[in-house]
């Protein structure tokens, strides 16, 4: 049985292959409420919902905030399979996030530590705590693979 955050990522890594059938790029996020409850999950989803905001992040987010009955999410984890973009971490530090765990590092475009840091910045009126790394070869491997697919049917 697995522990603690590799559970939750790994209900995120299957939201994450849940994505990638539906011809999506495969990303998945799980948001934990403070009591360790699942309060809600969701998959990269802009291609099928013709949204460029239907990140998982966000789609989870918006289904968490409706569970909890608010918009702020104090006490909340995320759990999403790569580093979230400047977009995701916003909604995170308006959401109110307490702990975001992700699996792997987005050098391109991640808004959590690598390309950016919204989500610690000091001058913004809340901060996540960031734990990386967790399940970080499983989480890297099914974007790469995804891509590596992609590039050889075209």
């Known amino acids: 049985m697995l522990a603690g955050h590799e559970k939750y990522m790994t209900l995120a890594l299957k ?32 291609v099928s919902l013709a949204d460029p905001t239907a990140h998982a992040e966000i789609l989870a987010i918006r289904n968490a905030a409706l569970h909890a009955g608010n918009y702020r999410l104090t006490g909340a984890s995320l759990y999403v399979t790569i580093e979230p973009c400047c977009m995701c971490a916003g909604a995170m530090v308006h959401a109110r996030i307490s702990r975001l765990i992700f699996g792997a590092w987005d050098e391109k475009a991640g808004a959590c530590g690598s390309v950016f840091d919204i ?24 974007i790469r693979e995804f891509f590596r697919q992609k590039r050889e049917k075209a």
């Open 119 to 142: 989500v610690r910045d000091s001058r913004l009126n809340h901060q996540v705590e960031v734990v990386p790394g967790i399940l970080a070869d499983e989480c890297r491997g099914i």
């Open 15 to 46: 939201q994450a292959k849940i994505a990638w059938e539906a011809g999506e790029v495969p990303v998945g996020a799980v948001v934990v409420s403070g009591y360790g409850d699942v309060i809600a999950q969701a998959h990269n989803s802009p």
